[in-house]
């Protein structure tokens, strides 16, 4: 569903209000003191969270964020507070970074913690949006939607729930029984609840939902509010105790490796990493370049919902990693993917009008646009992606095992010919039968080379060979941006560029051919006419990968199934990439690593089901 971004109005009194709902965002008494005398005093915070691993808060109704900015400082100021913070709030109508600007204003004692907020607020496009702040120790995870739709796709066992919409009269579907009882679905044992409507149906609503309630002083001219907890007697969700060690043998150090790699190891974990090659991205994340954006489609299906965020929390990782003064090859040039015919161009705008996803992320574009920006005529347009670009692979796998370079041992050039659990550990062995590695935890993430593991036998993954043509280019020649149509084409990295590719599925030649040249040729002219005149197909560079590809091209990242009920403890899989590693690495690692943590995760649960490796045992 389309998001309609809330506009910034005041009432008379400087009060921010919401013409949608005909209502203010907080009490006129003060919004702060609103936030911590009603959900974080009517939750017990903060010490409730004392002492505890981590600490869930579940929000319905997330503004401007106050409510989360004060939940941060508290938490911060707090001494003995929970190892990490997980916030998650949902939101129909969320405001423009520039309007967060103007509001947060108001309360420059949270300025720092605003301006880190604001700094990766998300664009504003439907579905689950996770920042990562403070260091990685405060998570907040954003669904931009209905609270209904939000609250059934979380995947979280919440410790305390902010309940903080607009008035009951006003905006009945955030306090109807279907959110209620969500809200219990999502509640661990000793759940507390807190909000400031003491309206009767939002009472007996709870108590349908199995929580007790009861009214408590309200704040400033506000006489009561309420809070409460999830009844004793109710079934609640069950966390699991933390890790008893955190540790973890991953093989495979490509993209997928690395990204889980580098999670985990945010997370406090030591990790051993294998590779049969000499370093990382040496498989197929070799390539010079690639390019990292989404695939939208007319009905918004799993592919395209899971590739959209991807692309978003991809290129949110990317400039975390710049930002931290890593090296790292890529850049946000933006991407073009042209239509090949009138016809395509047609479906292309349509889907673009139907998605209605804010133009930074997706548009329509004209010829004579086009044209301008990649530098060269092209006789059509289509979709136009301004935040998305080209990553050099390889860089992005250095740069992920050198954020925490003291937790990972890495052991190059060790093939793996079995994996075993002995006891409470996987032991990764070497062709001799000695231990390379081992850890209770262990991800196979080695692409097409999951296969040799009998482990992995009810997971298909299938080999798709793929050739990339590679090609001298000038500074600042053309083009100067990504294009895409059937194949793709990059700018200039580093005096070359890459265009291509190839994909064949079931074929183990490891060899360059002069047919596949020819073929990647083929598809740069009809990206950009007259662009191979002069080329010679014989002189050109080429590399061939393999990549990793499951029957219905969604990624495979989960507990590794041993039948259609059970899995190997310990045991994970994260591969069945594709061409769209880029895209799907960094938030399928975020993905793993939350689930093997028991964190909330990332992503709707349709979509973590969706590309759970026992779907296809599934009857």
């Not at 001799?432 to 009810?458: K, W, Y």
């Not at 060899?511 to 007259?530: M, W």
Request: charged share 20%; glycine share 10%.
């Amino acid at each position: 569903m389309p998001i309609q971004p809330a506009t910034l109005l005041f009432a008379p009194d400087g009060t921010p209000r919401s013409d949608l709902f005909d209502d203010v965002y907080h009490s006129a008494d003060g919004g702060l003191g609103q936030a911590r005398h009603v959900f974080l005093g009517g939750n017990g915070l903060p010490e409730r969270w004392r002492g505890q691993d981590r600490f869930v808060i579940v929000e319905t109704g997330f503004g401007f964020g106050l409510n989360f900015l004060a939940t941060w400082a508290a938490w911060r100021e707090d001494v003995a507070r929970a190892r990490v913070l997980h916030f998650i709030s949902c939101e129909l109508h969320p405001f423009r970074v520039d309007d967060l600007a103007r509001l947060h204003a108001n309360w420059p004692e949270l300025a720092p913690l605003a301006a880190q907020l604001r700094a990766q607020w998300p664009v504003l496009a439907g579905g689950m949006h996770r920042l990562h702040l403070d260091e990685g120790k405060v998570c907040l995870t954003l669904y931009f939607g209905d609270v209904r739709e939000g609250l059934a796709q979380i995947d979280a066992c919440a410790d305390a729930f902010f309940l903080d919409g607009f008035s009951p009269a006003k905006n009945p579907i955030m306090w109807s029984a279907r959110v209620f009882h969500l809200l219990s679905r999502l509640a661990a044992p000793k759940a507390s609840l807190s909000t400031w409507s003491v309206a009767g149906e939002v009472r007996e609503g709870l108590r349908r939902a199995r929580f007790l309630v009861e009214k408590a002083p309200g704040f400033g001219g506000k006489r009561e509010m309420l809070r409460g907890a999830l009844h004793p007697e109710a079934r609640a969700r069950q966390p699991s105790l933390p890790p008893a060690l955190r540790q973890a043998v991953i093989i495979g150090a490509g993209a997928a490796g690395t990204a889980v790699c580098e999670r985990l190891c945010a997370r406090g974990w030591e990790v051993d990493i294998i590779d049969s090659a000499d370093g990382p991205g040496r498989g197929a994340s070799g390539n010079h370049a690639g390019v990292l954006r989404p695939q939208p489609s007319f009905d918004d299906n799993r592919m395209s919902r899971i590739t959209r965020a991807g692309a978003l929390y991809g290129w949110r990782r990317i400039g975390e990693i710049l930002a931290s003064g890593m090296k790292l090859r890529a850049a946000a040039c933006g991407v073009f993917h042209l239509a090949r015919d009138v016809e395509q161009e047609i479906k292309m705008r349509a889907v673009v009008e139907r998605l209605a996803l804010p133009e930074e992320l997706l548009r329509q574009t004209d010829a004579i646009e086009a044209s301008e920006s990649i530098g060269w005529q092209v006789p059509r347009g289509g979709w136009h992606f301004p935040g998305c670009g080209w990553v050099q692979p390889p860089s992005l796998c250095t740069a992920n095992l050198a954020a925490f370079p003291e937790r990972i041992r890495a052991h190059w050039s060790c093939p793996v010919a079995a994996i075993e659990r002995r006891g409470e550990c996987w032991h990764a062995l070497a062709a001799d039968g000695s231990t390379i590695a081992r850890a209770p935890v262990m991800i196979l993430a080695a692409g097409v080379g999951v296969s040799r593991f009998s482990q992995a036998e009810n997971v298909p993954v299938f080999s798709a060979r793929g050739q990339v043509s590679v090609l001298p280019a000038a500074t600042a020649s053309a083009p100067r941006v990504v294009v895409c149509q059937g194949g793709y084409v990059t700018p200039e990295v580093d005096g070359l560029r890459c265009a291509g590719a190839s994909f064949d599925v079931g074929d183990p030649d490891p060899a360059t051919r002069l047919i596949d040249q020819r073929a990647n040729l083929a598809k740069l002219e009809s990206i950009l006419p007259g662009y191979t005149k002069g080329l010679k197909v014989n002189t050109l560079g080429a590399r061939v990968g393999f990549r990793p590809v499951s029957p219905d091209r969604l990624p495979l990242a989960g507990a590794m199934p041993i039948d259609g009920l059970s899995c190997h403890p310990g045991l994970y899989i994260l591969s069945g990439f594709g061409a769209r590693g880029l895209a799907w690495a960094a938030l399928t690692g975020e993905m793993l690593a939350s689930r093997i943590e028991d964190e909330p995760l990332p992503l709707e649960r349709d979509l973590v089901d969706a590309m759970s490796p026992g779907r296809f045992l599934r009857t």
